[in-house]
Structure formats: structure tokens, C-alpha cells
């Protein structure tokens, strides 16, 4: 058996409920046949405590939907990964954290691509118990390391990423957990590895979504699952072009992003005090 998860990398298995929850709809906005054996048990245990501080059974909802949240995100940043590799020029995939994603395996890639992983060694461990035989259905390449480590660009390089041609990277499900400096030197060490035209994409939350009173049910859920939200920001596009980086922030249920599945208003980007995530995605200038 391969070493436990900690807590960060165990909110990969609630994104593996989430998205077999999400398969097992009959409106579902993507199939990922592979989510269910990544949850495992502990998965659904940990969306069950998500579920139960969403939907509180003595009174309306006041926190985001999270199942209709993920299942959004999840289908847009398929499509822009699938977008994104119309382009010939772009030949490389990087996901990073990788967590329990199965993109790899469930969707088509052109053959000029290859994909990279990068997690831990204990999640990439995970995956490869859980997927047993199955192969993935493009050129694929794990590399093991923290994305902290001083190395993992070198790490990298040595599994065969190329920084002179052009790439897509996604940094899902990472951002907000990690400490603002942090941020900033991921997407330094990021925009340093990747050549012009490469695109750059995350999820993040604005800063009120750290502090709101009415988001504590869902904050608290995740600190005490020694994973709390570290880092919030209320302008997205600023933080992006900070790093070379062109980018454009979408809020799920705007309309490239929201699939008849948002079930929120999304107030003006005006309106201060209000929660928001955002989908941040760009292009590396020059």
C-alpha cells in the first residue's frame, strides 16, 4: 500500500467524489470513469461533511454550491486544456498539482502532446495503485515533487518538458491553499519556465471569501481538515500580468462559465464584500 495522504493532498479525493457524483448525474457535464476508485472511502466521507455545511437542513443555503461549483470548473478547464492544444504550436501539458485528475485518460489529445503530472510522490503513488493497468491515452510523464522544492523546475526539465516550446499549464485546486507568497513564487518560478504564447490557467478566490461571516461553515470544514484557504485576491488579471502574463478572470455563472449549472446571482465586479472565484487564464508575452 502506498503512504497516507496529508491533509492538502486528501482534498483530491473530495474532488474525486465530486466528480463521480457528477458522472453518476444524468445531466452530468462530463464523464470521468476513474473518479469513483480515487475517492475510495475516505472521498465521500469528506463530501459528505461538505454537503452537510452546504445544504444545512434547518435553513437556506447560504454557502456556495460546491457540487455544482466543481462540476464547472471541472468542464470548463477541460475545454480550455482541449482549446488550447488546437493551437499546433502547443505541444506540452502541465498540470500541476495533478491531485486525482484523470484528464490523461478520459479525454482525447492530439499526438504531438505530451502531459505532464506533477504532484508529490504520495499522490502520484495513489493514482498509479488505483489505476491498476488502465494507460493513459497520450504521452504521459509523472514527475514527483513538491512544488515548493528548489528543484522542480530541473525535475522537470529531466522528465522531458521543453522550456523553449510553448505550453498550457494548470495549476486546479492549488492557489487559494497556499500562503500569498507562495502564490507569487509559483507563478514566478511558472512564467519563468514557460516560452512566449504558452498559457497559463488557476482558480482562485477574492479575498472577502477568506473572511466572510457566512462562509465560515465551509472554511471551517477545511481548516479542520488541516487544509485551510490561505490566500484570496480581488484582482486576478493584476496578479497574473504582474508575471508576463496576459490573462482574463471569469466568475462561474457568467456566460462562459456557468453550463445552465450556476444557481447564484453574480453581482458586478463592482460590489465589494461579496464571495467570488475566479478562472484566471492568459497568455505568456513576450
Same mark, same amino acid.
Given at each position: 500500500m502506498t503512504a497516507p495522504l496529508a491533509a492538502v493532498e486528501?482534498? /483530491?479525493?473530495?474532488? !474525486? !467524489?465530486?466528480?463521480? /457524483?457528477?458522472t453518476r448525474r444524468e445531466d452530468r457535464l462530463y464523464e470521468d470513469p476513474y473518479a469513483a476508485r480515487f475517492a475510495g472511502d475516505i472521498g465521500? !466521507?469528506?463530501l459528505a461533511e461538505v454537503w452537510h455545511a452546504t445544504f444545512?437542513?434547518?435553513?437556506?443555503?447560504?454557502?456556495?454550491?460546491?457540487?455544482?461549483?466543481? !462540476?464547472?470548473?471541472?468542464?470548463?478547464?477541460?475545454?480550455?486544456?482541449?482549446r488550447a492544444v488546437e493551437d499546433p504550436a502547443i505541444t506540452q501539458v502541465v498540470l500541476a498539482p495533478a491531485g486525482m485528475d484523470s484528464r490523461a485518460y478520459r479525454l482525447q489529445w492530439p499526438a504531438r502532446v505530451r502531459y505532464f503530472e506533477v504532484d508529490r510522490p504520495a499522490v502520484l503513488a495513489y493514482?498509479?495503485? $488505483?489505476?491498476?493497468?488502465?494507460?493513459?491515452?497520450? /504521452?504521459?510523464?509523472?514527475? /514527483?515533487?513538491?512544488?515548493?522544492?528548489?528543484?522542480?523546475?530541473?525535475?522537470?526539465v529531466d522528465a522531458g518538458y521543453d522550456p523553449a516550446?510553448?505550453?498550457?499549464?494548470?495549476?486546479?485546486?492549488?492557489?487559494?491553499?497556499?500562503?500569498?507568497?507562495?502564490?507569487?513564487?509559483i507563478l514566478r518560478r511558472v512564467r519563468a519556465i514557460s516560452a512566449p504564447r504558452s498559457r497559463v490557467a488557476a482558480d482562485v478566490v477574492n479575498a472577502a471569501a477568506?473572511?466572510?461571516?457566512?462562509?465560515r461553515g465551509l472554511l471551517d470544514v477545511f481548516a479542520g481538515w488541516g487544509s485551510p484557504w490561505l490566500s484570496g485576491t480581488d484582482e486576478p488579471e493584476a496578479l497574473f500580468d504582474a508575471y508576463g502574463i496576459t490573462a482574463e478572470a471569469v466568475q462561474p455563472g457568467e456566460p462562459s462559465a456557468d453550463y445552465g449549472r450556476w444557481p447564484d446571482p453574480v453581482p458586478p465586479r463592482?460590489?465589494?464584500?461579496?464571495?467570488?472565484?475566479?478562472?484566471?487564464?492568459?497568455? $505568456?508575452?513576450?
Open positions: 486528501r482534498t /483530491a479525493l473530495l474532488t !474525486a !467524489a465530486l466528480r463521480a /457524483a457528477e465521500p !466521507a469528506l444545512p437542513p434547518d435553513r437556506p443555503r447560504t454557502l456556495p454550491s460546491t457540487p455544482d461549483y466543481n !462540476a464547472i470548473r471541472t468542464r470548463f478547464f477541460d475545454d480550455y486544456l482541449q493514482k498509479r495503485e $488505483c489505476l491498476g493497468d488502465v494507460e493513459p491515452r497520450v /504521452a504521459h510523464r509523472t514527475v /514527483a515533487v513538491d512544488l515548493t522544492d528548489s528543484d522542480w523546475e530541473g525535475r522537470l516550446l510553448p505550453s498550457v499549464w494548470l495549476l486546479e485546486g492549488l492557489l487559494y491553499y497556499i500562503p500569498e507568497p507562495d502564490v507569487h513564487q477568506l473572511t466572510l461571516p457566512h462562509m463592482s460590489v465589494r464584500d461579496v464571495r467570488r472565484v475566479f478562472f484566471v487564464h492568459g497568455v $505568456c508575452r513576450p
